[in-house]
């Protein structure tokens, strides 16, 4: 049981892990993504503002150029720039109508006529401008060209530092991301090791309900193979052979019912149903039964009642709530079914005078193959899937089930259903 147990945690721990590297993975995907795009549009609006920058001042210099002769000149401005209180960070150029340069000032520039970037090396020096320009014209006569160029050092710079940032940041992300994903993993997880434990022991559980029929048939066939044993047993061997078939027909059919109502991707057609005539039913198919063990089977007040739903699970509720309460009940007891019809929902209640359910064994008796008395349940019978099967229809439904019982003074099962598909529940007070 315990190496079972830590399997299972490891299994467990396992599915953690990769679902959090996995979260993690795709988290760091996305954000390199947004890192590499944040960083194209961070470049592209420094290149933005530093055209802006020079267009602007292009249009700040443009009016200080003079004609002079056929070509242009800035020798006015040139003078007065030099007595600004601060330096020119940007070079001014201005060439002829040949695009030869003829004047240059401020910082040394790429000597060539060209909007953009543009580079320059020489020896171990490398410069990266970016440049713009404009024509000078007069009277539609072409004169030159004014242009200007900022370093893109600052720009350069500050694209790396935000590089940097980004990459910077991305450990203390996956890790983050990381630890958050690992601890919600562990939330997401929870159904799946609920759901490995179930299965493991209904697994479990089934194997050993099938043992007992497997046995007692392979036991009949031992017999019959030696026709000394046989003698004058054949017909209880046949009887016993017949049970064990039936116990397995019955177990796997309740199998089958089961697995079909707890699958949510089954979908179950829901009609109109007729709740009394349901119930008469059930009463008058499980009628003889209650007869054999002298116990009393009443249908009580029960109105007509119409609701959209499955029928056949519907079916099922009645018949194995009633079932199990004429099992269980002694000889000379009694069963009775009853309904009431509330605002948007009916309370169908099915009580017996039988051996009652202790107080410890409540919350478990919807567990498959869970029995209160199993020397008791040999005796009458069952694949002990009734009450699963009652809670299986009735949560399918958007239903609610309530028991009470007392030891050796019987069982009342409640059973409170919205009489239209998805209709609000209500309690059963």
């Known amino acids: 049981m315990e190496l079972d147990t830590n399997l299972r945690v490891t299994i467990v721990n396992k599915i953690r892990l990769k679902l959090a590297l996995w979260f993690v993975c795709t988290v760091m995907l996305l954000y ?7 960083l194209f549009v961070f470049k592209a609006m420094l290149t933005r503002s530093v055209d802006m920058s020079l267009e602007d001042l292009i249009a700040e210099i443009r009016p200080s150029v003079q004609i002079s002769g056929e070509n242009p000149s800035l020798q006015y401005w040139s003078s007065t720039a030099q007595v600004r209180p601060t330096s020119l960070l940007a070079t001014v150029q201005l060439w002829d109508e040949h695009k030869k340069l003829i004047e240059e000032y401020g910082p040394e520039g790429v000597r060539r006529l060209e909007d953009g970037s543009l580079k320059i090396v020489e020896g171990a020096k490398k410069e990266v401008v970016r440049s713009k320009f404009s024509r000078i014209e007069s009277k539609g006569v072409l004169y030159g060209y004014l242009q200007l160029q900022v370093s893109t050092k600052p ?3 500050a694209i790396k530092q935000f590089a940097l940032a980004v990459l910077a940041i991305a450990p203390f992300v996956a890790g983050g991301v990381g630890g958050c994903a690992y601890l919600f993993s562990g939330q997401a997880v929870r159904p799946i090791e609920r759901t490995m434990l179930l299965l493991r022991r209904f697994v479990a559980d089934a194997g050993h309900e099938l043992n007992t029929p497997v046995a007692t048939i392979e036991a009949c066939l031992e017999t019959i193979r030696d026709p000394d044993k046989l003698g004058e047993m054949s017909t209880d061997v046949m009887n016993m052979m017949e049970r064990a078939s039936e ?5 796997a059919k309740d199998l089958v019912t089961l697995a079909r109502i707890e699958d949510p991707e089954a979908e179950l057609l829901r009609v109109t149903c007729d709740l009394k005539e349901m119930a008469e039913t059930v009463v008058s198919n499980l009628l003889p039964v209650a007869m054999e063990r002298n116990i009393d089977l009443n249908l009580e007040k029960f109105p007509e009642v119409k609701m959209t739903a499955h029928a056949e699970s519907i079916l099922e509720i009645m018949s194995n709530l009633v079932e199990n309460a004429i099992k269980y009940s002694e000889e000379n007891g009694k069963v009775s079914i009853s309904a009431e019809q509330r605002d948007h929902s009916v309370l169908i209640t099915v009580t017996d005078t039988g051996i ?3 107080a410890e064994s409540i919350d478990m008796i919807f567990d498959r193959f869970y029995r209160v008395d199993k020397s008791r349940s040999r005796d009458v019978g ?3 899937l009734g009450l699963s099967i009652v809670k299986a229809a ?4 958007g239903g609610q089930v ?5 030891l050796g003074r019987g069982t009342t099962f409640r059973v ?3 009489l239209h598909h998805r209709q609000k529940r209500s309690g059963f007070a």
């Open 32 to 38: 390199s993504a947004g890192g590499v795009a944040s």
């Open 155 to 157: 720009q350069d710079d």
């Open 247 to 251: 116990r397995m027909r019955h177990l």
């Open 356 to 358: 009652g359910i202790p």
């Open 382 to 384: 069952g694949s002990g």
């Open 394 to 397: 009735v949560d399918r439904h």
């Open 402 to 406: 309530h028991v009470e019982s007392e």
């Open 416 to 418: 409170l259903l919205p």
